[in-house]
């Protein structure tokens, strides 16, 4: 669970930039997106293959 603490006179704003940097940090998001649905490891490795290429042009 991540929280955090707002410090005295603290904006709102400022602690909701560090709630989100924490959150990115922790890969909440990218968690939820691959349990989203099931990827066979054929797929996967699929996937990963084209991003790779996508990356890399010359592989």
Not at 7 to 27: H, I, Q, S, T
Not at 45 to 53: N, V
């Amino acid at each position: 669970m991540i929280e955090i603490t707002i410090r005295d006179n603290e904006p709102f704003e400022k602690a909701l930039r560090r709630f989100k940097k924490k959150w990115e940090k922790a890969g909440v998001l990218r968690a939820v997106k691959n349990k989203a649905y099931y990827l066979k490891p054929s797929e996967r490795r699929k996937l990963a293959k084209t991003k790779k290429r996508k990356r890399y042009p010359s592989f």
